[in-house]
Structure formats: structure tokens, C-alpha cells
């Protein structure tokens, strides 16, 4: 197994076309897990404004304290195809909630690439309340980076967050990703730094309005809004906005009898549009805690 930092020391033996595929891959891996766009077709038909909700096994790249606030045992499964048409930009990702007396853990992994690039991430999560009103959580990220002919490298990154209700009906969300400063072989700043916050207003049982800004050193803020409506006891449908770049993000859920099938789909300004699909399934209720 190489060490990232050895990649270089070989690049003159490796082809022109190689050499793109490295240089073209190499960013992505500096936005880990729910930094390539997201994961889970809710939260993405929210344009990714998820950190004050985050009730779902993808809590996990978005803000653990959300699953303090999860009910049910929960199982998912996500796939987005081909982002922006290409096969090669494919990601598969599994999660699973596991709600106890005092906490709710969430394991979710999630494999992004094909076989030239390929990342998998292993993510565990916890969230448990404070109290009536406050809840956090932490995130273990345990990353694999597999560049064909460049070798291997892993390390693990850290995210901790909160979640707290300030008024009924009003949450305010946080989360700080990589709060270790965790950084690929000798090299720092590649897996960035980056804080989140938001809030979730729920206009009525039916209607929630989500805003959130996100904030990676060196670059600018990220706003992003959502908006998520249930029509019917089995259908609901959400939109969102985002900047930095200008993305627009919708989405639809279908649920019956503990099982969910959803869509989103977003599009951006320069590469065009993006589908995921994913079928959840809820198991069982949290066990009241002694």
C-alpha cells in the first residue's frame, strides 16, 4: 500500500491520460462523503440545506445530533447513476439507524467512482439529547482513496454538531466537519474545514422552510434554501436553491406502509442536470428510555 504522498514520486512513468484522470479525481476527494454533491434524495431536493433536520440514516454526513431526534429503526438505500451524465461519477450508498434507550447510532457507507478512481467511506455516527431541547452528535469518517496505478491511501475524519429547538416549530442546526483537521499524507488544507448552519421553520404539520449557509476556508459562503410540502398522507415534494455555484434542486417522496421510494434531481449551471433515486424502510419504534 502507498501512501498518498508517493503518488508523485511516480507521476513521470504515468500517461497523459492518467495523469487527467488524477488531477481531474483528486479534488473530489477533498469534499469527503455528503461534500460530492450529497447523499440521500431528500435532503438533495432540499439543495443539501439539511442541517437542522437530519433525521435519517444520512445524518451521518450531515449532522449527527439529527438522529436524536429519529423514532424508528431505518434502513436506505441511495444511487445516483451519473452525475452530470457521466458513469464514471457514480455513487452507491447504504445507511441503517439503530435507535437505543439513550441514543440512536447510524452506520452509512458509501462508494463513489469506478475503477481508475474509486472512494469508499465507512461512516458510524451517534446523536443523543442534551435535554427537551438540545441534542449533538459526532461522526467517524473512515475513508479509502484507490487511484489505479498511484496506490492507496485512508485516514479518518471527525465531525461533531448540534441541534437545538428555539421556539415551536423553530430549529436551529450546526455542524463542523473535520473539526480535527485531518489532512491526506503530509499535505494539509485537502480535506477541508467546514462549518454549517441553519434552521428549519415548520409552517404547519405539512410545510417546512429550510435555510442554511455553509462556510469552507478560502472560499465563499454557500446559501442554500429548501422548501418541503406533503400532499397527501403519501406524497410529498420538496424544492431547494443553492449558490456558489447557482444550483436548482427538486425532489419527491412516496411512502406507504414503512416504505419509501424518492427522487431528486438537480441541476447545474454549467454540467446540466443530476437524478438519484432511493428506497427507504422503516422497521420499528424507539424504545422509551427507564
Excluded at 439539511?50 to 436506505?76: C, E, K, R, T
Amino acid at each position: 500500500m502507498h501512501n498518498i504522498d508517493n503518488f508523485s514520486k511516480s507521476h513521470k512513468k504515468r500517461t497523459p491520460a492518467s495523469l487527467a484522470i488524477l488531477l481531474i479525481a483528486f479534488p473530489v476527494f477533498a469534499h469527503p462523503g455528503s461534500e460530492k454533491n450529497g447523499v440521500g434524495t431528500r435532503s438533495m431536493g432540499l439543495a443539501n440545506a439539511y442541517v437542522a433536520i437530519a433525521n435519517d440514516p444520512w445524518a451521518a454526513f450531515y449532522n449527527p445530533a439529527g438522529l436524536a431526534h429519529v423514532s424508528s429503526i431505518q434502513a436506505s438505500a441511495f444511487c445516483s447513476p451519473a452525475q452530470f451524465g457521466m458513469d464514471e461519477l457514480r455513487t452507491m450508498s447504504i445507511g441503517a439507524t439503530l435507535p437505543l434507550s439513550i441514543l440512536t447510532g447510524s452506520i452509512a457507507i458509501d462508494q463513489f467512482g469506478y475503477d481508475l478512481y474509486r472512494e469508499t467511506s465507512v461512516a458510524l455516527a451517534f446523536g443523543a439529547s442534551a435535554n427537551e431541547w438540545i441534542s449533538l452528535g459526532l461522526t467517524t469518517h473512515f475513508t479509502r482513496l484507490a487511484i489505479r496505478g498511484y496506490g492507496t491511501t485512508s485516514q479518518m475524519v471527525f465531525d461533531v454538531g448540534g441541534i437545538a429547538t428555539v421556539f415551536d416549530g423553530v430549529s436551529m442546526g450546526w455542524c463542523w466537519k473535520n473539526f480535527t483537521r485531518t489532512s491526506v499524507g503530509a499535505q494539509s488544507g485537502q480535506i477541508p474545514q467546514i462549518l454549517s448552519m441553519g434552521a428549519c421553520y415548520e409552517i404547519t404539520e405539512d410545510s417546512r422552510l429550510v435555510v442554511e449557509l455553509e462556510k469552507e476556508l478560502h472560499y465563499p459562503i454557500v446559501r442554500k434554501f429548501g422548501y418541503e410540502q406533503r400532499l397527501l398522507a403519501f406524497l410529498s415534494v420538496r424544492l431547494g436553491i443553492s449558490d456558489n455555484p447557482d444550483k436548482f434542486s427538486c425532489g419527491l417522496g412516496l411512502s406507504a406502509a414503512g416504505f419509501e421510494f424518492s427522487y431528486a434531481g438537480y441541476s447545474h449551471p454549467q454540467l446540466g442536470w443530476t437524478h438519484q433515486v432511493e428506497i427507504s424502510v422503516s422497521l420499528s419504534q424507539k424504545p422509551e428510555a427507564e
